[in-house]
């Protein structure tokens, strides 16, 4: 499960000293998260990632990782915590259907400022972190504004609760949320895999799919978007065995709503293991095709004997060249 980083918990504290404490509560709190479900954190891209910015007067997040002062191990723990924070684009959280028709804000100090972290916690059903920062994040649960226009074009204005944590005994309140939305996206996951031939009979998954859809799930929203790409990809597979020949995924961009990618070759001379799925016979090959939705990736694999699509993967991204 992933987490949306609070953008507007970056303040320069009042010390090094402060600050040095802060990264620390923040890396404690993260660990306890890994404990309990989450595996990963998304940070705005405009914000490109946190060596760069300021934790203290002229002390960066990118000097307190190589400060000898500082505990190397919990240094350690940073640096793979921020290795494996993805950048999450606006583009992305476009792809939620309330994303183009809302806008979310939260008040600091008597003044509204737009809050794309926090907002998109709730449009992705899932917790914001924070740097303890100020005071206004020492808190499990974090008020935000949310305009929206509705389907009969009205304008709304709802105050919303964003579970939130800075600290481990925040995220510790929302445990037994966590563990119950677990059990309901599974219990969703597997309904929408005991039907995937009746629902998609025109492509095959396999590989790590079937673990992904009935051992993890995903959130409801998240679910409605996997099926509707691979209601697309269904689409496409039906017109591929009437149209026959190769599989052309410029020709499947053109005529259908997807946009199909191959890997760069840097990223497949490094990375190609990374893509490699079991098809149902038993044998492997390398799905390197693939699609987005959200932060979700499908790669797959076009059959070009049998002109059958086998979806291999549907989760988070695997790592790309520029990554390392």
């Not at 939260?106 to 400022?113: A, G, Q, S």
């Not at 020492?138 to 008020?143: F, R």
């Not at 026959?244 to 840097?266: H, K, L, Q």
């Amino acid at each position: 499960m992933i987490v949306m980083f609070n953008e507007k918990s970056f303040l320069p504290q009042p010390s090094v000293d402060t600050a040095k404490e802060m990264m620390k509560t923040f890396v404690d709190t993260y660990i306890r998260a890994l404990k309990n479900g989450i595996n990963e954190i998304r940070i705005h891209e405009n914000f490109g990632g946190f060596y760069h910015q300021c934790i203290a007067i002229n002390y960066l997040i990118s000097q307190w990782v190589d400060d000898p002062t500082v505990d190397k191990p919990l240094r350690t723990k940073f640096r793979t915590i921020a290795v494996k924070s993805p950048l999450i684009s606006e583009s992305e959280i476009r792809e939620l259907d309330e994303y183009s028709t809302s806008e979310f804000s939260i008040e600091i100090d008597d003044n509204l400022f737009p809050c794309f972290g926090l907002g998109a916690s709730f449009l992705c059903e899932t917790l914001s972190i924070s740097f303890n920062s100020r005071s206004i994040w020492d808190t499990d649960n974090v008020p935000i504004n949310h305009f929206f226009i509705d389907e009969e074009l009205n304008e709304n204005k709802i105050h919303r609760e964003i579970k939130h944590f800075s600290k481990i005994n925040h995220f510790d309140s929302h445990i037994q949320w966590l563990e119950e939305l677990q059990k309901q996206e599974v219990q969703k996951g597997q309904d929408l895999w005991e039907k995937r031939e009746q629902l998609f009979p025109f492509i095959i998954l396999c590989g790590v799919t079937e673990s992904q859809f009935c051992n993890r799930g995903y959130s409801k929203k998240l679910l409605t978007q996997v099926k509707d790409r691979l209601q697309t990809l269904n689409k496409i597979g039906e017109a591929w065995k009437t149209k026959g020949g190769s599989f052309d995924y410029t020709w499947a961009n053109e005529n259908y709503d997807v946009r199909i990618s191959p890997e760069s070759e840097t990223t497949m001379n490094r990375f190609s293991q990374e893509r490699r799925f079991q098809l149902p016979n038993g044998t492997y090959e390398i799905f390197e095709l693939h699609l987005k939705t959200g932060n979700l990736r499908f790669h797959f694999f076009p059959d070009n004997s049998t002109q059958t699509i086998y979806v291999g993967y549907i989760g988070k991204h695997l790592q790309v060249s520029s990554e390392n």
